[in-house]
């Protein structure tokens, strides 16, 4: 995942099975602000309307779930 930090574009690169591969975006509280069904294992997410602060992204498929953390700053 790169840049991170960012202003709110990021970029993912993966090695994983992209068949049906959920992308999820949550801040500190366990809410989701974003989520999408990927088929591709080199996606652009842009963040840019939510609010600056410290996210997790959590990448999962039928396999696999990895976690990584995402700093927005403005």
Known sequence: VYPNP??????I?????????TIQVVNM???VVYQSLENE???TI??????QGSYIL?????ETEV????KIQR
């Open 67 to 70: 976690r990584q953390p995402l």
């Open 46 to 51: 842009d963040l840019s309307d939510v609010a």
């Open 58 to 62: 959590i990448m999962r498929n039928q």
């Open 6 to 11: 960012s202003h709110g574009q990021f970029k």
């Open 41 to 43: 294992s080199n996606i």
């Open 13 to 21: 690169v993966h090695g994983f099975d992209t068949d049906n591969m």
């Open 29 to 31: 509280l366990g809410q």
